[in-house]
Protein backbone atom coordinates (compact mmCIF):
# COMPACT_ATOMS: atom_id res chain seq x y z
CA UNK A 1 0.00 0.00 0.00
CA UNK A 2 1.07 3.86 -1.17
CA UNK A 3 2.77 5.42 2.42
CA UNK A 4 1.24 8.34 1.20
CA UNK A 5 -1.96 7.60 2.58
CA UNK A 6 -1.15 6.29 5.90
CA UNK A 7 -1.35 8.95 8.61
CA UNK A 8 1.16 8.26 10.77
CA UNK A 9 3.51 8.23 7.21
CA UNK A 10 2.30 11.19 5.95
CA UNK A 11 5.52 13.57 7.26
CA UNK A 12 7.78 10.83 5.15
CA UNK A 13 5.99 11.06 2.04
CA UNK A 14 6.60 14.34 1.59
CA UNK A 15 9.98 13.57 0.05
CA UNK A 16 7.64 12.00 -2.81
CA UNK A 17 7.55 13.77 -6.24
CA UNK A 18 4.19 14.38 -9.40
CA UNK A 19 0.77 14.49 -8.12
CA UNK A 20 1.36 11.79 -5.48
CA UNK A 21 3.42 14.38 -3.91
CA UNK A 22 0.87 17.04 -4.06
CA UNK A 23 -2.03 14.75 -2.89
CA UNK A 24 0.58 14.16 1.10
CA UNK A 25 1.41 17.43 1.42
CA UNK A 26 -2.42 18.25 1.11
CA UNK A 27 -2.61 15.36 3.44
CA UNK A 28 -0.36 16.23 5.63
CA UNK A 29 -0.68 20.13 6.00
CA UNK A 30 -3.37 22.22 7.34
CA UNK A 31 -6.21 19.86 5.65
CA UNK A 32 -5.31 17.55 8.16
CA UNK A 33 -5.43 17.98 11.64
CA UNK A 34 -3.28 16.39 14.43
CA UNK A 35 -5.50 14.33 16.96
CA UNK A 36 -5.20 17.30 19.21
CA UNK A 37 -5.99 20.03 17.24
CA UNK A 38 -9.23 21.01 17.14
CA UNK A 39 -11.39 19.21 13.87
CA UNK A 40 -12.59 23.18 12.45
CA UNK A 41 -8.70 24.13 12.30
CA UNK A 42 -8.28 25.05 8.54
CA UNK A 43 -11.17 23.39 7.22
CA UNK A 44 -13.39 24.78 3.93
CA UNK A 45 -15.90 24.47 2.76
CA UNK A 46 -14.79 24.31 -0.95
CA UNK A 47 -14.43 21.02 -2.86
CA UNK A 48 -10.11 19.95 -3.12
CA UNK A 49 -9.47 18.72 -5.83
CA UNK A 50 -6.24 15.76 -6.60
CA UNK A 51 -5.34 13.25 -8.79
CA UNK A 52 -3.07 10.22 -8.43
CA UNK A 53 -1.28 8.41 -10.62
CA UNK A 54 -2.24 5.06 -11.88
CA UNK A 55 0.36 2.72 -10.70
CA UNK A 56 -0.69 4.51 -7.38
CA UNK A 57 -3.98 3.58 -7.90
CA UNK A 58 -3.75 0.29 -9.54
CA UNK A 59 -6.99 -0.77 -7.45
CA UNK A 60 -9.59 1.56 -7.22
CA UNK A 61 -11.28 -0.70 -4.47
CA UNK A 62 -8.40 -0.97 -2.43
CA UNK A 63 -7.36 2.81 -2.65
CA UNK A 64 -11.04 4.08 -0.93
CA UNK A 65 -10.76 1.57 1.90
CA UNK A 66 -6.64 2.83 2.35
CA UNK A 67 -7.92 6.49 2.88
CA UNK A 68 -9.05 5.38 6.53
CA UNK A 69 -7.46 5.24 9.50
CA UNK A 70 -7.09 1.33 10.99
CA UNK A 71 -7.13 1.99 13.83
CA UNK A 72 -10.25 4.57 13.67
CA UNK A 73 -11.75 1.69 12.12
CA UNK A 74 -11.37 -1.11 14.44
CA UNK A 75 -13.29 1.39 17.51
CA UNK A 76 -15.69 2.50 14.79
CA UNK A 77 -16.86 -0.79 13.02
CA UNK A 78 -17.63 -1.67 9.84
CA UNK A 79 -20.62 0.59 8.80
CA UNK A 80 -18.59 3.85 9.85
CA UNK A 81 -15.25 2.57 7.27
CA UNK A 82 -17.65 2.91 4.15
CA UNK A 83 -17.39 6.09 4.32
CA UNK A 84 -14.19 7.16 2.97
CA UNK A 85 -11.86 10.44 4.23
CA UNK A 86 -12.26 11.85 1.36
CA UNK A 87 -16.44 11.83 0.98
CA UNK A 88 -16.46 13.24 4.56
CA UNK A 89 -14.32 16.65 3.69
CA UNK A 90 -15.93 17.34 0.23
CA UNK A 91 -19.97 16.64 1.70
CA UNK A 92 -21.36 20.22 2.63
CA UNK A 93 -23.25 18.31 5.57
CA UNK A 94 -19.68 16.74 6.99
CA UNK A 95 -17.44 18.75 6.65
CA UNK A 96 -17.25 19.41 10.61
CA UNK A 97 -16.61 16.05 11.67
CA UNK A 98 -13.85 15.36 12.29
CA UNK A 99 -11.26 12.22 12.24
CA UNK A 100 -13.05 10.76 16.07
CA UNK A 101 -16.47 10.63 14.20
CA UNK A 102 -17.19 13.93 16.50
CA UNK A 103 -19.03 16.77 15.07
CA UNK A 104 -17.43 20.10 16.69
CA UNK A 105 -19.71 22.49 15.22
CA UNK A 106 -21.69 24.77 17.91
CA UNK A 107 -25.06 23.18 16.61
CA UNK A 108 -25.95 20.54 14.67
CA UNK A 109 -29.54 19.28 13.81
CA UNK A 110 -27.58 15.82 14.83
CA UNK A 111 -26.84 17.27 18.14
CA UNK A 112 -30.25 19.13 18.52
CA UNK A 113 -32.29 15.52 17.30
CA UNK A 114 -30.52 13.66 19.80
CA UNK A 115 -31.00 16.81 22.45
CA UNK A 116 -34.92 16.25 21.57
CA UNK A 117 -34.82 12.63 22.33
CA UNK A 118 -33.24 12.84 25.81
CA UNK A 119 -35.94 15.16 26.94
CA UNK A 120 -38.70 13.01 25.23
CA UNK A 121 -37.75 9.93 27.03
CA UNK A 122 -36.77 12.43 30.77
CA UNK A 123 -40.41 13.90 30.36
CA UNK A 124 -42.44 10.78 29.23
CA UNK A 125 -40.57 8.61 32.28
CA UNK A 126 -41.65 11.56 34.45
CA UNK A 127 -44.96 11.41 33.49
CA UNK A 128 -45.41 7.63 33.81
CA UNK A 129 -43.77 7.97 37.12
CA UNK A 130 -46.15 10.33 38.33
CA UNK A 131 -49.20 8.44 36.70
CA UNK A 132 -48.34 5.59 38.59
CA UNK A 133 -48.11 6.99 41.84
CA UNK A 134 -51.49 8.93 41.46
CA UNK A 135 -52.93 5.14 40.91
CA UNK A 136 -50.97 3.66 43.94
CA UNK A 137 -52.15 6.90 46.36
CA UNK A 138 -55.65 6.18 45.05
CA UNK A 139 -55.02 2.26 46.11
CA UNK A 140 -53.76 3.22 49.09
CA UNK A 141 -56.94 5.92 50.12
CA UNK A 142 -58.93 2.82 49.65
CA UNK A 143 -56.89 -0.05 51.30
CA UNK A 144 -58.44 1.43 55.41
CA UNK A 145 -55.77 0.24 57.86
CA UNK A 146 -58.02 0.16 60.88
CA UNK A 147 -58.16 -2.34 64.40
CA UNK A 148 -61.12 -3.18 66.63
CA UNK A 149 -60.15 -5.67 69.07
CA UNK A 150 -62.29 -8.95 69.95
CA UNK A 151 -64.65 -8.05 72.89
CA UNK A 152 -65.35 -11.56 75.17
CA UNK A 153 -68.74 -12.46 75.28
CA UNK A 154 -70.62 -12.03 78.74
CA UNK A 155 -72.24 -14.27 79.80
CA UNK A 156 -73.48 -12.33 82.36
CA UNK A 157 -75.65 -9.22 81.39
CA UNK A 158 -75.29 -6.15 83.08
CA UNK A 159 -77.71 -3.28 82.71
CA UNK A 160 -75.28 -0.76 84.25
CA UNK A 161 -73.13 2.07 82.80
CA UNK A 162 -70.10 0.98 81.62
CA UNK A 163 -67.31 2.47 79.89
CA UNK A 164 -67.24 2.57 76.51
CA UNK A 165 -62.99 1.06 75.57
CA UNK A 166 -63.93 1.23 71.76
CA UNK A 167 -64.78 4.66 71.73
CA UNK A 168 -61.93 5.44 74.36
CA UNK A 169 -59.43 4.16 71.61
CA UNK A 170 -60.63 5.81 68.41
CA UNK A 171 -60.39 9.02 70.71
CA UNK A 172 -56.86 9.01 72.59
CA UNK A 173 -54.79 6.62 69.65
CA UNK A 174 -52.25 8.92 68.35
CA UNK A 175 -50.28 7.78 65.15
CA UNK A 176 -48.01 10.84 64.69
CA UNK A 177 -47.45 12.44 68.12
CA UNK A 178 -45.44 15.35 66.70
CA UNK A 179 -49.26 16.85 65.73
CA UNK A 180 -50.51 17.34 69.54
CA UNK A 181 -49.57 21.16 70.53
CA UNK A 182 -46.71 21.00 73.54
CA UNK A 183 -49.34 22.18 75.86
CA UNK A 184 -51.63 19.35 75.32
CA UNK A 185 -48.68 16.89 75.84
CA UNK A 186 -47.95 18.59 79.03
CA UNK A 187 -51.22 18.32 80.05
CA UNK A 188 -51.05 14.22 79.45
CA UNK A 189 -47.58 14.22 80.95
CA UNK A 190 -49.29 15.82 84.23
CA UNK A 191 -52.60 13.80 84.57
CA UNK A 192 -50.67 10.19 83.67
CA UNK A 193 -51.57 7.25 86.25
CA UNK A 194 -49.47 6.17 88.99
CA UNK A 195 -47.89 3.47 87.33
CA UNK A 196 -44.69 1.82 86.56
CA UNK A 197 -42.81 -1.55 85.30
CA UNK A 198 -41.89 -4.08 87.32
CA UNK A 199 -39.61 -6.83 86.62
CA UNK A 200 -37.54 -9.58 88.78
CA UNK A 201 -34.36 -10.08 87.31
CA UNK A 202 -31.17 -10.83 88.11
CA UNK A 203 -27.60 -9.20 87.90
CA UNK A 204 -26.56 -11.86 85.35
CA UNK A 205 -30.14 -10.86 82.83
CA UNK A 206 -28.64 -7.46 81.89
CA UNK A 207 -28.26 -8.15 78.31
CA UNK A 208 -31.59 -9.82 78.10
CA UNK A 209 -33.32 -7.15 80.46
CA UNK A 210 -32.02 -4.19 78.33
CA UNK A 211 -32.83 -5.47 75.20
CA UNK A 212 -36.77 -5.75 76.74
CA UNK A 213 -36.79 -2.20 78.01
CA UNK A 214 -35.33 -0.70 74.56
CA UNK A 215 -37.77 -2.55 72.13
CA UNK A 216 -41.01 -1.29 74.86
CA UNK A 217 -39.25 2.02 75.32
CA UNK A 218 -39.40 2.18 71.48
CA UNK A 219 -42.29 1.06 70.82
CA UNK A 220 -44.19 3.08 74.07
CA UNK A 221 -42.94 4.72 76.91
CA UNK A 222 -40.13 6.78 75.02
CA UNK A 223 -43.12 9.52 74.07
CA UNK A 224 -43.08 12.59 75.83
CA UNK A 225 -46.45 11.64 77.72
CA UNK A 226 -45.98 8.79 78.85
CA UNK A 227 -41.63 7.97 80.82
CA UNK A 228 -43.98 5.81 83.20
CA UNK A 229 -40.70 4.52 86.46
CA UNK A 230 -39.38 1.31 86.35
CA UNK A 231 -39.15 -0.73 89.41
CA UNK A 232 -36.75 -3.84 89.20
CA UNK A 233 -36.19 -6.38 91.94
CA UNK A 234 -34.09 -8.98 92.71
CA UNK A 235 -33.31 -11.26 96.03
CA UNK A 236 -29.73 -9.63 96.23
CA UNK A 237 -27.91 -6.49 95.58
CA UNK A 238 -27.55 -4.94 92.42
CA UNK A 239 -24.52 -4.91 90.42
CA UNK A 240 -22.93 -1.55 89.27
CA UNK A 241 -22.71 -2.54 86.39
CA UNK A 242 -26.50 -3.76 85.84
CA UNK A 243 -27.75 -0.54 87.14
CA UNK A 244 -25.77 1.85 85.00
CA UNK A 245 -26.66 -0.50 82.18
CA UNK A 246 -30.10 -0.04 82.82
CA UNK A 247 -30.25 3.62 83.36
CA UNK A 248 -28.84 4.37 80.05
CA UNK A 249 -31.54 2.71 78.71
CA UNK A 250 -34.01 4.82 79.26
CA UNK A 251 -35.11 8.16 80.66
CA UNK A 252 -37.28 7.23 82.96
CA UNK A 253 -36.98 7.02 86.74
CA UNK A 254 -35.40 3.51 87.84
CA UNK A 255 -35.43 1.71 91.23
CA UNK A 256 -33.74 -1.12 92.62
CA UNK A 257 -35.18 -2.96 95.27
CA UNK A 258 -34.30 -5.91 97.36
CA UNK A 259 -37.02 -9.00 98.07
CA UNK A 260 -37.03 -8.90 101.78
CA UNK A 261 -36.11 -12.19 103.05
CA UNK A 262 -39.68 -13.52 103.75
CA UNK A 263 -40.71 -12.87 100.63
CA UNK A 264 -38.21 -15.03 99.48
CA UNK A 265 -37.77 -18.23 101.28
CA UNK A 266 -39.34 -21.11 102.14
CA UNK A 267 -42.44 -20.22 104.65
CA UNK A 268 -42.15 -22.16 108.44
CA UNK A 269 -45.05 -24.36 107.39
CA UNK A 270 -43.33 -26.05 104.56
CA UNK A 271 -41.74 -29.65 104.89
CA UNK A 272 -38.83 -28.97 103.12
CA UNK A 273 -38.54 -32.87 103.15
CA UNK A 274 -41.43 -33.21 101.11
CA UNK A 275 -40.48 -30.42 99.06
CA UNK A 276 -37.26 -31.88 98.12
CA UNK A 277 -38.54 -35.36 97.26
CA UNK A 278 -41.47 -33.43 95.20
CA UNK A 279 -39.52 -31.37 93.39
CA UNK A 280 -36.97 -33.62 92.43
CA UNK A 281 -40.21 -36.13 91.11
CA UNK A 282 -41.96 -33.43 89.17
CA UNK A 283 -38.24 -32.56 87.33
CA UNK A 284 -37.72 -36.38 86.71
CA UNK A 285 -41.08 -36.62 84.77
CA UNK A 286 -40.45 -33.03 82.99
CA UNK A 287 -42.49 -30.14 84.65
CA UNK A 288 -40.64 -27.63 83.67
CA UNK A 289 -38.06 -26.09 86.27
CA UNK A 290 -39.92 -27.97 89.23
CA UNK A 291 -36.61 -29.50 90.59
CA UNK A 292 -35.43 -25.48 90.95
CA UNK A 293 -35.94 -23.88 94.70
CA UNK A 294 -35.46 -20.69 93.36
CA UNK A 295 -38.06 -20.90 90.92
CA UNK A 296 -40.75 -21.93 93.13
CA UNK A 297 -40.04 -18.85 95.22
CA UNK A 298 -40.43 -17.15 92.11
CA UNK A 299 -43.82 -18.14 91.23
CA UNK A 300 -44.64 -17.09 94.70
CA UNK A 301 -43.67 -13.91 94.79
CA UNK A 302 -45.21 -13.30 91.18
CA UNK A 303 -48.69 -14.84 92.23
CA UNK A 304 -49.21 -12.56 95.30
CA UNK A 305 -46.53 -10.92 97.75
CA UNK A 306 -44.88 -9.02 94.84
CA UNK A 307 -48.14 -6.48 95.15
CA UNK A 308 -47.16 -6.34 99.02
CA UNK A 309 -43.74 -4.64 98.39
CA UNK A 310 -43.00 -1.00 99.68
CA UNK A 311 -41.56 0.54 96.70
CA UNK A 312 -45.05 0.07 95.20
CA UNK A 313 -47.32 1.14 97.53
CA UNK A 314 -47.56 4.78 96.17
CA UNK A 315 -48.45 3.11 91.88
CA UNK A 316 -51.89 2.18 90.82
CA UNK A 317 -50.51 0.25 88.00
CA UNK A 318 -48.09 -2.02 87.11
CA UNK A 319 -46.71 -4.00 83.73
CA UNK A 320 -44.82 -6.88 84.48
CA UNK A 321 -41.81 -7.10 82.09
CA UNK A 322 -39.52 -10.26 81.43
CA UNK A 323 -36.11 -10.18 80.11
CA UNK A 324 -35.36 -10.79 77.07
CA UNK A 325 -38.52 -10.34 75.54
CA UNK A 326 -39.68 -9.16 72.00
CA UNK A 327 -42.48 -5.96 71.47
CA UNK A 328 -43.11 -6.24 67.76
CA UNK A 329 -45.66 -3.07 67.34
CA UNK A 330 -46.05 0.52 68.05
CA UNK A 331 -48.44 1.05 71.14
CA UNK A 332 -50.03 4.27 69.85
CA UNK A 333 -51.66 4.98 73.41
CA UNK A 334 -51.25 4.83 76.74
CA UNK A 335 -52.09 1.42 77.99
CA UNK A 336 -52.03 2.68 81.60
CA UNK A 337 -54.34 5.67 80.87
CA UNK A 338 -56.42 3.25 78.88
CA UNK A 339 -56.77 0.70 81.89
CA UNK A 340 -57.60 3.48 84.17
CA UNK A 341 -60.10 5.36 82.01
CA UNK A 342 -61.85 2.44 81.87
CA UNK A 343 -62.21 0.66 84.95
CA UNK A 344 -59.83 -2.03 83.89
CA UNK A 345 -58.14 -4.05 86.90
CA UNK A 346 -56.28 -6.77 84.59
CA UNK A 347 -54.86 -7.08 81.12
CA UNK A 348 -53.49 -10.03 78.93
CA UNK A 349 -52.40 -10.96 75.90
CA UNK A 350 -52.34 -14.45 75.22
CA UNK A 351 -54.93 -17.44 76.54
CA UNK A 352 -53.12 -20.76 76.50
CA UNK A 353 -53.02 -24.26 77.71
CA UNK A 354 -50.63 -24.99 80.89
CA UNK A 355 -49.41 -28.48 81.90
CA UNK A 356 -51.87 -30.27 84.06
CA UNK A 357 -48.91 -31.79 86.45
CA UNK A 358 -47.49 -28.69 87.99
CA UNK A 359 -50.39 -28.04 89.94
CA UNK A 360 -52.97 -30.99 90.72
CA UNK A 361 -54.53 -29.62 93.53
CA UNK A 362 -55.12 -26.67 92.66
CA UNK A 363 -58.26 -26.86 91.60
CA UNK A 364 -59.77 -29.03 94.46
CA UNK A 365 -58.13 -26.19 96.50
CA UNK A 366 -59.88 -23.32 94.67
CA UNK A 367 -63.26 -25.22 94.94
CA UNK A 368 -62.80 -25.50 98.78
CA UNK A 369 -61.86 -21.27 98.80
CA UNK A 370 -65.53 -21.13 96.74
CA UNK A 371 -67.67 -22.88 99.19
CA UNK A 372 -66.12 -21.46 101.82
CA UNK A 373 -65.99 -17.64 100.79
CA UNK A 374 -68.89 -17.27 98.39
CA UNK A 375 -69.68 -13.90 99.41
CA UNK A 376 -66.41 -12.93 97.46
CA UNK A 377 -67.42 -13.89 94.55
CA UNK A 378 -68.28 -11.57 92.38
CA UNK A 379 -71.79 -11.16 91.33
CA UNK A 380 -70.97 -10.80 87.68
CA UNK A 381 -67.96 -13.66 87.84
CA UNK A 382 -67.55 -15.69 84.55
CA UNK A 383 -65.37 -18.53 85.43
CA UNK A 384 -67.09 -21.31 83.13
CA UNK A 385 -64.91 -20.55 80.71
CA UNK A 386 -62.11 -22.41 82.68
CA UNK A 387 -64.40 -25.55 83.33
CA UNK A 388 -65.31 -28.48 81.87
CA UNK A 389 -66.93 -31.41 82.52
CA UNK A 390 -65.03 -34.89 82.60
CA UNK A 391 -68.20 -37.01 82.14
CA UNK A 392 -69.49 -35.12 78.69
CA UNK A 393 -66.39 -34.62 78.08
CA UNK A 394 -67.24 -31.35 76.91
CA UNK A 395 -66.90 -27.00 78.05
CA UNK A 396 -69.30 -25.34 80.05
CA UNK A 397 -68.44 -22.10 78.96
CA UNK A 398 -71.81 -21.89 76.60
CA UNK A 399 -73.51 -21.94 79.53
CA UNK A 400 -74.52 -18.99 81.83
CA UNK A 401 -74.83 -20.97 84.79
CA UNK A 402 -73.12 -18.94 87.95
CA UNK A 403 -72.06 -21.91 90.50
CA UNK A 404 -74.67 -20.74 93.26
CA UNK A 405 -75.41 -23.72 94.22
CA UNK A 406 -75.28 -24.66 98.13
CA UNK A 407 -72.64 -27.18 99.39
CA UNK A 408 -74.81 -30.37 98.18
CA UNK A 409 -74.03 -29.30 94.44
CA UNK A 410 -72.80 -32.74 92.87
CA UNK A 411 -72.60 -30.94 89.53
CA UNK A 412 -70.44 -28.57 90.82
CA UNK A 413 -68.29 -30.37 92.52
CA UNK A 414 -67.65 -32.83 89.61
CA UNK A 415 -66.51 -29.99 87.17
CA UNK A 416 -62.76 -29.87 86.51
CA UNK A 417 -60.37 -26.75 86.13
CA UNK A 418 -59.47 -26.83 82.50
CA UNK A 419 -55.95 -25.50 82.89
CA UNK A 420 -56.30 -22.92 80.59
CA UNK A 421 -54.46 -19.68 82.03
CA UNK A 422 -53.81 -16.15 81.14
CA UNK A 423 -49.72 -16.03 79.97
CA UNK A 424 -48.89 -14.00 82.96
CA UNK A 425 -45.68 -13.22 81.70
CA UNK A 426 -47.30 -10.30 79.93
CA UNK A 427 -49.92 -8.61 82.11
CA UNK A 428 -50.81 -5.50 82.91
CA UNK A 429 -53.16 -4.86 86.13
CA UNK A 430 -54.26 -2.88 89.09
CA UNK A 431 -52.30 -3.16 92.28
CA UNK A 432 -54.97 -2.13 93.91
CA UNK A 433 -56.69 -5.50 93.07
CA UNK A 434 -53.83 -7.46 94.11
CA UNK A 435 -53.54 -5.97 97.14
CA UNK A 436 -57.38 -6.26 98.02
CA UNK A 437 -58.41 -8.53 100.06
CA UNK A 438 -60.63 -11.48 98.19
CA UNK A 439 -56.82 -11.59 95.80
CA UNK A 440 -55.02 -11.61 99.36
CA UNK A 441 -57.52 -14.74 100.61
CA UNK A 442 -57.31 -16.73 98.15
CA UNK A 443 -53.31 -16.32 97.74
CA UNK A 444 -52.67 -17.42 101.33
CA UNK A 445 -55.48 -20.25 101.30
CA UNK A 446 -53.60 -21.74 98.53
CA UNK A 447 -50.34 -20.69 100.21
CA UNK A 448 -50.89 -22.20 103.93
CA UNK A 449 -51.43 -25.79 101.67
CA UNK A 450 -48.11 -25.54 100.50
CA UNK A 451 -48.81 -25.86 97.09
CA UNK A 452 -46.11 -23.59 95.94
CA UNK A 453 -43.62 -25.72 97.27
CA UNK A 454 -44.87 -29.49 97.38
CA UNK A 455 -46.37 -28.89 93.67
CA UNK A 456 -45.36 -26.43 91.42
CA UNK A 457 -48.48 -23.68 91.67
CA UNK A 458 -47.36 -21.06 88.85
CA UNK A 459 -48.56 -17.08 89.20
CA UNK A 460 -50.26 -17.56 85.75
CA UNK A 461 -52.87 -19.82 86.77
CA UNK A 462 -53.72 -18.66 90.32
CA UNK A 463 -53.82 -14.79 88.24
CA UNK A 464 -56.02 -16.09 85.96
CA UNK A 465 -58.31 -18.03 88.49
CA UNK A 466 -58.35 -14.85 90.83
CA UNK A 467 -59.34 -12.26 88.30
CA UNK A 468 -62.01 -15.25 87.16
CA UNK A 469 -63.36 -15.50 90.41
CA UNK A 470 -63.21 -11.86 91.90
CA UNK A 471 -64.12 -9.42 88.92
CA UNK A 472 -66.63 -9.19 86.46
CA UNK A 473 -65.29 -10.06 82.83
CA UNK A 474 -65.74 -5.99 81.90
CA UNK A 475 -62.86 -4.89 83.86
CA UNK A 476 -60.76 -7.74 81.69
CA UNK A 477 -59.47 -6.59 78.55
CA UNK A 478 -57.27 -8.97 75.92
CA UNK A 479 -54.47 -6.29 74.72
CA UNK A 480 -54.61 -8.33 71.03
CA UNK A 481 -53.28 -5.28 69.20
CA UNK A 482 -49.44 -5.62 71.18
CA UNK A 483 -47.29 -7.79 69.65
CA UNK A 484 -45.40 -9.74 72.02
CA UNK A 485 -42.51 -12.59 72.25
CA UNK A 486 -41.78 -14.89 74.87
CA UNK A 487 -40.14 -17.98 73.84
CA UNK A 488 -41.75 -20.47 72.34
CA UNK A 489 -44.93 -18.04 73.41
CA UNK A 490 -45.44 -14.97 70.86
CA UNK A 491 -48.57 -13.58 69.07
CA UNK A 492 -48.56 -11.12 66.14
CA UNK A 493 -51.58 -8.72 65.86
CA UNK A 494 -53.42 -8.43 62.31
CA UNK A 495 -52.11 -5.29 61.35
CA UNK A 496 -53.46 -5.23 57.59
CA UNK A 497 -56.29 -5.78 55.64
CA UNK A 498 -58.40 -3.88 52.93
CA UNK A 499 -61.55 -2.93 54.29
CA UNK A 500 -64.49 -4.44 52.92
CA UNK A 501 -68.52 -3.95 53.22
CA UNK A 502 -70.47 -7.50 53.01
CA UNK A 503 -73.83 -7.91 54.30
CA UNK A 504 -73.65 -8.77 57.45
CA UNK A 505 -72.99 -4.88 57.86
CA UNK A 506 -76.66 -4.60 57.33
CA UNK A 507 -77.56 -6.75 60.31
CA UNK A 508 -75.05 -4.93 62.07
CA UNK A 509 -76.15 -1.74 63.99
CA UNK A 510 -72.89 -0.73 65.26
CA UNK A 511 -71.28 -1.16 61.69
CA UNK A 512 -74.56 0.48 60.07
CA UNK A 513 -74.25 3.37 61.49
CA UNK A 514 -70.77 3.82 60.17
CA UNK A 515 -71.58 3.43 56.73
CA UNK A 516 -72.58 6.87 54.60
CA UNK A 517 -73.05 6.78 50.82
CA UNK A 518 -72.36 3.30 50.03
CA UNK A 519 -74.33 3.30 46.53
CA UNK A 520 -72.67 6.88 45.85
CA UNK A 521 -69.53 5.63 46.25
CA UNK A 522 -69.84 2.83 43.74
CA UNK A 523 -70.04 5.31 41.52
CA UNK A 524 -67.93 8.22 42.75
CA UNK A 525 -64.48 7.56 43.77
CA UNK A 526 -64.71 10.30 45.66
CA UNK A 527 -67.62 9.67 47.59
CA UNK A 528 -66.08 5.97 48.04
CA UNK A 529 -62.89 7.36 49.87
CA UNK A 530 -65.06 9.42 52.32
CA UNK A 531 -67.23 6.64 53.14
CA UNK A 532 -64.19 4.78 53.85
CA UNK A 533 -63.14 7.64 56.03
CA UNK A 534 -66.55 7.45 58.25
CA UNK A 535 -65.54 3.51 58.75
CA UNK A 536 -61.95 4.12 59.57
CA UNK A 537 -63.12 6.57 61.97
CA UNK A 538 -65.13 3.94 63.68
CA UNK A 539 -61.90 1.77 64.30
CA UNK A 540 -58.92 2.46 65.98
CA UNK A 541 -56.30 3.72 63.43
CA UNK A 542 -54.12 0.84 62.19
CA UNK A 543 -51.01 -0.98 64.03
CA UNK A 544 -47.06 -0.59 62.57
CA UNK A 545 -45.73 -4.01 63.59
CA UNK A 546 -42.30 -6.35 62.33
CA UNK A 547 -43.97 -9.26 62.35
CA UNK A 548 -46.20 -11.55 60.52
CA UNK A 549 -50.00 -11.80 61.96
CA UNK A 550 -50.43 -15.16 64.02
CA UNK A 551 -53.85 -17.16 64.72
CA UNK A 552 -55.69 -16.28 67.46
CA UNK A 553 -54.70 -19.67 68.77
CA UNK A 554 -51.46 -19.92 67.82
CA UNK A 555 -50.06 -20.55 71.36
CA UNK A 556 -52.41 -22.42 72.67
CA UNK A 557 -50.66 -25.71 73.44
CA UNK A 558 -46.80 -24.71 73.42
CA UNK A 559 -46.69 -25.19 77.28
CA UNK A 560 -48.25 -29.10 77.41
CA UNK A 561 -45.50 -31.47 75.80
CA UNK A 562 -47.09 -33.00 72.91
CA UNK A 563 -46.75 -36.43 74.87
CA UNK A 564 -49.18 -35.75 77.73
CA UNK A 565 -52.54 -37.70 78.45
CA UNK A 566 -54.11 -34.37 80.15
CA UNK A 567 -57.48 -33.99 79.31
CA UNK A 568 -57.59 -31.11 76.70
CA UNK A 569 -60.31 -28.66 76.28
CA UNK A 570 -62.59 -28.81 73.57
CA UNK A 571 -61.93 -25.20 71.69
CA UNK A 572 -58.57 -23.34 72.41
CA UNK A 573 -58.50 -21.55 75.92
CA UNK A 574 -58.62 -17.79 74.37
CA UNK A 575 -61.61 -19.12 72.00
CA UNK A 576 -63.46 -20.54 75.42
CA UNK A 577 -62.89 -17.06 76.98
CA UNK A 578 -64.33 -14.57 73.78
CA UNK A 579 -66.80 -16.88 73.68
CA UNK A 580 -69.98 -16.63 71.04
CA UNK A 581 -68.47 -16.64 67.41
CA UNK A 582 -65.10 -17.81 67.92
CA UNK A 583 -66.18 -21.00 68.75
CA UNK A 584 -68.53 -21.71 65.41
CA UNK A 585 -67.35 -23.73 63.01
CA UNK A 586 -67.25 -24.48 59.18
CA UNK A 587 -70.08 -26.58 58.22
CA UNK A 588 -68.37 -28.83 56.14
CA UNK A 589 -65.55 -29.53 58.26
CA UNK A 590 -64.04 -32.71 58.97
CA UNK A 591 -61.88 -33.37 61.79
CA UNK A 592 -60.51 -36.84 60.94
CA UNK A 593 -59.78 -34.88 57.62
CA UNK A 594 -57.49 -32.75 58.93
CA UNK A 595 -55.75 -35.29 61.11
CA UNK A 596 -55.07 -37.31 57.91
CA UNK A 597 -53.51 -34.14 56.87
CA UNK A 598 -51.10 -34.13 59.61
CA UNK A 599 -52.61 -31.67 61.94
CA UNK A 600 -54.38 -32.00 65.41
CA UNK A 601 -57.87 -31.70 64.33
CA UNK A 602 -58.45 -28.86 66.53
CA UNK A 603 -59.06 -26.42 63.04
CA UNK A 604 -62.19 -25.50 61.02
CA UNK A 605 -63.29 -22.32 62.92
CA UNK A 606 -64.75 -19.71 60.64
CA UNK A 607 -62.34 -17.07 62.56
CA UNK A 608 -58.63 -17.84 62.42
CA UNK A 609 -57.57 -14.57 64.30
CA UNK A 610 -55.79 -12.79 60.99
CA UNK A 611 -59.27 -10.98 61.01
CA UNK A 612 -59.04 -7.00 61.66
CA UNK A 613 -62.55 -6.24 59.67
CA UNK A 614 -65.05 -5.36 62.47
CA UNK A 615 -67.95 -6.73 60.13
CA UNK A 616 -65.97 -10.07 59.56
CA UNK A 617 -64.51 -10.96 62.77
CA UNK A 618 -66.52 -11.18 66.31
CA UNK A 619 -65.84 -8.03 67.73
CA UNK A 620 -68.68 -6.97 70.27
CA UNK A 621 -70.65 -3.57 69.42
CA UNK A 622 -69.31 -0.89 71.88
CA UNK A 623 -72.44 -1.92 74.55
CA UNK A 624 -70.27 -5.12 76.14
CA UNK A 625 -73.40 -6.62 77.08
CA UNK A 626 -74.27 -7.71 73.61
CA UNK A 627 -72.27 -10.74 72.08
CA UNK A 628 -68.50 -10.82 70.73
Not at 210 to 215: G, H, L, Q, R
Not at 255 to 282: A, K, L
Not at 472 to 481: A, C, E, L, N, V
Amino acid sequence: MPAAYHRHSASASSATTGSGARVARQFSGEHLPARSASSNEGLSPTPVSFTTSEDEVSNPASAKTSLLDESYVKQQGAGWAFLSRRVRHHHPNLAYINDAGLDNRPFSLRKFFVFLCLVFVLFGSAWMIRRDHGKRMAQKAATIDVYLPPIAQLSVPDDSPQPDPLQWLRQNTIINFDEIPEQYQQSLLETRPNAAFIALVRNSEVEEMVYSMTKLEARFNSRPTHKYDWVFFNDEEFSEEFMSSIRNATNSQCYFEIIPREHWSIPSWVDTTRFDVGRQFMGSIGVGKAWLQSYHHMCRWNAGLFAQEKRLDNYEFFWRVEPGVDFSCNINYDVFRFMRDNNMAYGFNMAILDDARSFPSLWDRTKTFIKHNRDMIHEDADYAWLLQDPLEEEDVSHTSQRFDEDDSSHYFDSLEYNNCQFYSNFEVGSLTFFRSEKHKAYFEHLDKAGGFYYERFGDAPIHTLSVSLFLPKSRIWYFRDIGYAHGLCEQCPPHQFRLTIDSETQHNPHARALVINVSLSEKHRRWEVMSQDVIRQGGIPSLACGCTVSAIDHNNAKLVPFESKQHKPEHPCIRLYLGGKWLEKKADWDPEAEIAAGRDGSGGYLLDGLESNPFESAAAPTNHNEGG
